[in-house]
């Protein structure tokens, strides 16, 4: 029909918007040459493909390496692997907010504890045990997410919230329940049992009294089937439900599903791949206390999932392994100092490029530096003898340019940080010349504010630091690392 | 009598002081075409929104095939057989054109989460047959909505193909009546007649049912077997085109709101 308006055109039929925007596709500029050829080889390698060779990699890293610390962290990566893949059936694709979600960690460690332990005198297989949590795990998610079943929304964050701290006193308080101990209080369960399949028992280390790589494998393979479970479902109608009630749940409901229970659902799942994950906790370490399953934790998993892109299984798997790395780096001071520094340089470098305006500011907070450590020795030595948290090679030589006074002022360091904040933020409002000006200072203040105050503490750093990157991420890329760029109004 | 599909028996609705649907009685029979229309305002989207489930009427009952519907969950009322397409557009528009028209076939599909975790036989075949039903559905509006449009993402539609999509989707959920809100609001005259003939099309060929809310007066003359006018909530008028469009309340009607009443009539 509308050919009929088309003949007035010169040329060959009109060009629609349609059809604009599929020509667009195809004619999408690509990478040329070698590079261009293999990321086409690339895109054309099937998801399995990318599975088996992740999960290959993750399980022939701990086997040369002798360290028992090493194999820990790839067992915790894992778990953590499998936490996010959880959380994000949860936010992800019920686009729900769950701050409960760690306690279904815990239910799941607990209700392994009791099913395989000396504590209950019960010891099922875990074959068994471990599909039979998870379904446990579910129910207590279906049972938690009834009440607020009409209420989804924020109504669920207060009933879940309520949940992880109704878990917490129980497990706390189980020790005396009408003269019975069934969580055994603070003390924890001791003596769960090991993994074991049809009547072998997988000892937590070898004979050297070295970390058992089996249990990562364990992990690793349970983490494969839930990946790729998980993945058949946001294939099929349930996961189509899932991504039509995050668009637009008014018109999904109309189009006769039940979001409601669809939502249900979807929480209900997210819990019973954390209780699963909860099962390798207790058998891997052998006991389990309720000061495992807090608040921290809760973050991390929700830093990961908003890290890796929500919704994106690839993304928050990606996502659990940085975290996991970046969170074990920031433990030693020294690697935390690098990454800091580094991370000051890229981001310095991610704004500017190579630029005059990149080597002003560098050169500039450098100079800056050595400028004021060498007035502020001159005028007292004892504000620049203060030797820097853990020495090292880099210790020495942010030692050198960081005024770090022997005893610092008690008012010292809160001044500095707010100093520090305050400046960040005027930041904002400048622009131009003066900002460039006022980020050299900056700069420097927030060296010193890392070497005086945050090395100090690597605990807390360790936080901040990773919610530092997270507001950074959600400046540059709002949906995360590989979370799809989604088209709000049009 | 006819078969009746749908039957509304003093459908009241009032929003805090506000009367927006009053008393209000209608009908639609087996294999109709019957269309709302009315100055804005006058209470056709919430009529849409009421037959729904989206709101719970004050007062009143309102039946399909039969049976009353009031206080059934929209999703479930859908499920019975009624289908709705949106006077604003609600695409999920993130989501491919071909996966717009599947989710919507949720309803009449069987397939679990532990079927689809195991991918058994049995899912796949019903994957199968939901991927080609919507494809069969995208086909109706002939090259419209096919081929390399499967693919892309929704919002990459053009305004008229939005519209076409929605009426793809709505009928993916196998209704038997079909209410369309404005399906050719912000259409160029071309494109709004081809949807007058989609229309006619859908009920010859589709077999839906059809309430459809109209302004464009070319338009319902050409589709309508019985038009309804509404009022600030009240029924001011029915029966044939002809009828309703020289009935001197409908005339008032439209003259009170000027311009509308000159492009209209
Ligand atoms: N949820 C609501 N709350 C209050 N008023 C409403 C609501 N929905 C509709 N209305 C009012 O009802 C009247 C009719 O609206 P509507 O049915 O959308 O008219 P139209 O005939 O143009 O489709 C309008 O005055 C509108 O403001
Ligand atoms: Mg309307």
Do not use: C
């Not at chain 1, 308006?5 to 990478?31: C, H, I, M, S, Y």
């Not at chain 2, 195991?118 to 796949?124: E, F, I, K, Q, S």
């Amino acid at each position: 029909m509308s050919d009929e308006r088309d003949d007035t055109q010169p040329t060959g039929p009109a060009l629609g918007k349609d059809e604009w925007v599929a020509r667009f596709g195809a004619n999408r500029v690509r990478r040329s040459g070698a590079l261009g050829v293999l990321e086409q080889r690339l895109a054309t390698v099937s998801w399995w493909a990318w599975l088996t060779l992740f999960v290959a990699v993750i399980a022939a890293l701990p086997l040369g390496i002798e360290s028992g610390y090493v194999r820990r962290v790839a067992f915790d990566t894992v778990v953590l692997m499998l936490l996010a893949l959880g959380l994000n059936i949860v936010v992800g694709w019920g686009g729900l907010l769950d701050l409960g979600f760690v306690a279904f960690y815990g239910v799941g460690a607990y209700a392994y504890a009791l099913l395989a332990s000396d504590h209950s005198g019960i010891h099922l297989p875990s074959i068994l045990l471990i599909p039979l949590v998870a379904v446990i795990g579910a129910l207590a998610g279906w049972l938690v997410g009834l009440p607020s079943r009409r209420l989804l929304g924020d109504y669920l964050a207060i009933v879940t919230l309520f949940f992880f701290q109704i878990f917490l006193t129980v497990t706390n308080n189980g020790d005396n329940v009408f003269g019975a101990s069934i969580t055994n209080g603070p003390n924890g369960l001791l003596n769960i049992d090991p993994l074991s399949f049809f009547g072998w028992t997988i000892p937590r280390s070898t004979s050297e009294g070295l970390f058992n790589v089996a249990y990562i494998y364990v992990a690793l393979a349970f983490f494969g089937v839930v990946y790729v479970a998980l993945r058949f479902v946001n294939e099929s109608r349930t996961g189509r439900a899932w991504r039509s009630l995050r668009e637009d749940p008014l018109a999904a409901e109309m189009m006769g599903m039940p979001v409601n229970r669809l939502k249900l659902l979807a929480f209900a799942f997210g819990a019973g791949v954390a209780a699963l994950t909860g099962t390798f906790a207790s058998a891997l370490n052998g006991s389990v206390f309720p000061q495992n399953f807090e608040f921290p934790l809760l973050i991390t998993v929700y830093t990961i999932v908003i890290l890796g892109g929500q919704g994106s299984q690839v993304g928050v798997v990606l996502g659990a392994v940085i975290v996991s790395v970046l969170l074990e780096v920031l433990r030693d001071a020294n690697d935390a100092r690098s990454l800091f520094y580094v991370a000051l340089v890229l981001g310095l470098y991610g704004a500017f490029r190579a630029s005059t305006r990149l080597v002003v500011v560098l050169g500039g907070t450098i100079v800056l530096g050595f400028v004021l450590r060498t007035v502020a020795g001159a005028i007292d030595g004892s504000w620049t003898a203060g030797t820097a948290e853990d020495a090292g090679r880099a210790a020495h030589l942010a030692a050198e340019w960081v005024i770090v006074p022997l005893e610092p002022a008690r008012w010292l360091a809160p001044a500095a940080y707010l100093v520090l904040v305050t400046l960040v933020l005027g930041l904002t409002l400048v622009g131009g010349r003066l900002r460039l000006a006022a980020l050299v200072p900056t700069l420097y203040l927030a060296a010193f504010v890392w070497e005086n105050v945050l090395l100090a503490k690597p605990e807390a750093t360790r936080y901040i630091v990773i919610g530092v990157i997270l507001v950074g991420l959600m400046i540059v890329r709002p949906n995360g690392l590989l979370g799809e760029k989604r088209v709000e109004i049009v | 009598m006819a078969d009746r599909v749908l039957e509304l028996q003093g459908v009241t609705m009032a929003f805090g002081g506000l009367t927006v649907v009053d008393a209000l009685d209608l009908h639609v029979e087996r294999g109709e075409i019957v269309s709302v229309i009315g100055p804005n305002g006058a209470g056709k989207t919430t009529l849409f929104n009421l037959v729904t489930g989206v709101y719970r009427p004050s007062a009143g009952d309102i039946r399909f095939e039969g049976s009353s519907i009031v206080g059934l969950e929209p999703h479930a009322i859908t499920q019975r057989g009624i289908a709705r397409t949106f006077q604003t557009l609600r695409l999920f528009l993130n989501m491919t054109v071909r996966e717009n028209v599947m989710a919507a076939a949720y309803g009449h599909t069987q397939a679990g989460v532990i079927r689809s975790m195991l991918r058994t036989p049995g899912m796949r075949r019903e994957e199968r047959a939901i991927r080609a039903l919507a494809e069969e559905r995208l086909g109706f509006f002939g090259e419209r909505l096919v081929g390399y449009r499967w693919d892309q993402p929704a919002y990459s539609l053009s305004y008229a193909n939005r519209r076409r999509l929605e009426i793809a989707r709505a009928t993916a959920t196998n209704p038997r009546l079909l209410l369309l809100d404005e399906p050719a609001a912000g259409m160029n005259p071309n494109e709004t007649l081809e949807m007058a003939e989609l229309i006619g099309k859908l009920r010859d060929v589709g077999g839906y049912t059809i309430l459809v809310i109209e302004h464009d007066m070319h338009v319902v003359e050409g589709i309508s077997d019985r038009v309804v006018a509404l009022d600030h909530g009240v029924k001011i008028a029915e029966g044939t085109f002809e009828q309703v469009a020289t009935d001197p309340k409908v005339v008032e009607a439209y003259l009170g709101t000027g311009a509308m009443a000159r492009k209209a009539l």
